[in-house]
């Protein structure tokens, strides 16, 4: 079999097109406040049926624009998932909030609604949902709750550009227009990427505007007093994202709809091989689901076996495999403990998870000759290790 070793768990696929975008660019008068920031940002809009899109520096500084947007401030409490990447809480800590976690549902690994609920108290001013692996979350059930208690929904969808939703409303749609707030991310394992990046996608022109003032250190621009005078009225940041970069966005959003077809299509691959081996538990995906598939997580049943999960993600380093393990809770983490008092055993569900997950390779360019190379490892390493009375 001949594959290229090793295989990373994640990685971007830039072709020369996407190389001429930038070149073009740096040959260009703009390379950063110009046209082409204001047309990756319509594109990724009208894409997602949003109204406004604001791009940012990174998806972190997203999130950070999506609370601020909303007003968190210190004393504010937001519900989010603990098994996200600690961006998702961070942003709002930026902001003096504090996260309270709940836990998730064991099959879809999403935020668990009923869960939600029960955190809510008036302090509560915000849900913040994370689309895990790029599978959307039970949106009708998490808006209902929403609704129910006047509280906006950011949804982390970081790993769900090119995700659908098939909910109540009957025809799918697309992630990016349901939440009051939706965050995306352009890293280079994500969907597509622009080197680093991030975008909201809003329907509320007030959050359009205070986003846009926020990413640009909150100026604010008087032109009836003169074309050059600016005021800052409220605290802002440097969080604008390139021309350069967006070049890049856009050269790879001609790509997307080809890159989440190859992406579902490795995961059915996946899914197959192992569907009838107990030792591995899959993640499922919903029937109002189509994921767009960021990552693609097992867990191993380690009662089941002879060697825990640290030693399965080893024996697949020798094999070239590189994997990754997505996530560590976010209460695991020092900060955290130290600052809000959350301590291990606070959500078992995602401490399950995270204790036997192994994140196994898929992006786009992984062969299918790759795809069989992993299937065959990983079936290899279960059937050596297997408990015989298993």
């Known amino acids: 079999m001949s594959i290229k070793i090793p295989i990373p768990y994640g990685k971007q696929w830039i072709d020369e097109d996407d190389i001429e975008a930038v070149v073009e660019v740096l040959k260009s008068d703009w390379l950063t406040c110009g046209p082409k920031v204001d047309e990756f940002e319509r594109l990724i809009a009208d894409y997602c049926n949003a109204k406004y899109a604001v791009a940012f520096s990174s998806g972190t500084a997203a999130l950070h624009g999506a609370y601020n947007a909303l007003g968190i401030k210190p004393g504010d409490e937001i519900i989010t998932t603990p098994l996200t990447f600690s961006a998702t809480s961070n942003g ?31 302090k509560t001013k915000a849900i913040a949902i994370v689309d895990f692996a790029g599978q959307p979350c039970d949106f009708d059930a998490i808006l209902a709750i929403a609704k129910k208690h006047n509280l906006p929904i950011i949804e982390d ?19 990016g227009s349901m939440a009051d707030l939706t965050i995306l991310s352009f890293h280079p394992v994500k969907t597509i990427c622009s080197g680093e990046g991030g975008m909201v996608l809003t329907n509320s022109e007030e959050f359009f505007k205070k986003m846009r003032n926020f990413r640009h250190h909150g100026i604010v621009k008087k032109p009836e007093v003169g074309p050059w005078y600016y005021e800052i009225e409220e605290l802002g940041y440097n969080y604008r994202l390139t021309d350069i970069h967006c070049a890049l966005g856009i050269s790879q959003f001609k790509k997307l709809d080809k890159f989440v077809a190859r992406r579902r299509a490795i995961v ?57 393990v ?50 065959e490892s990983v079936k290899e390493i279960v059937d050596s290790n297997r408990l015989q009375h298993f």
Request: glycine letters at 8%; charged letters at 25%; aromatic letters at 14%.
């Open 92 to 122: 709002a800590v930026y902001c003096g909030g504090k996260p309270v976690f709940a836990d998730v549902k064991p099959d879809t690994l999403n935020i668990d609604g009923a869960k939600i609920e029960e955190k809510i108290n008036s």
């Open 157 to 175: 969808a970081a790993h769900a550009l090119g995700s659908q939703y098939n909910g109540l409303a009957g025809s799918p749609q697309k992630i």
């Open 268 to 324: 059915e691959k996946y899914q197959k091989a192992f569907k009838s081996i107990s030792e591995i538990i899959l993640i499922k995906e919903e029937s109002f689901a189509k994921s767009a598939w960021h990552i693609y997580p097992v867990q191993f049943d380690l009662a089941k076996l002879k060697i825990g999960r640290k030693e399965i993600f080893e024996q697949l380093g020798e094999r070239g495999i590189k994997c990754q």
């Open 326 to 375: 997505h996530y560590a809770p976010v209460h695991f983490m020092p900060f955290y403990q130290k600052t809000f008092g959350y301590k291990k055993g606070d959500f078992p569900i995602a401490e399950q998870y995270y204790q036997r997950a192994i994140t196994l390779p898929l992006f786009p360019k992984l062969t299918d000759k790759e795809v069989d190379y992993v299937i």
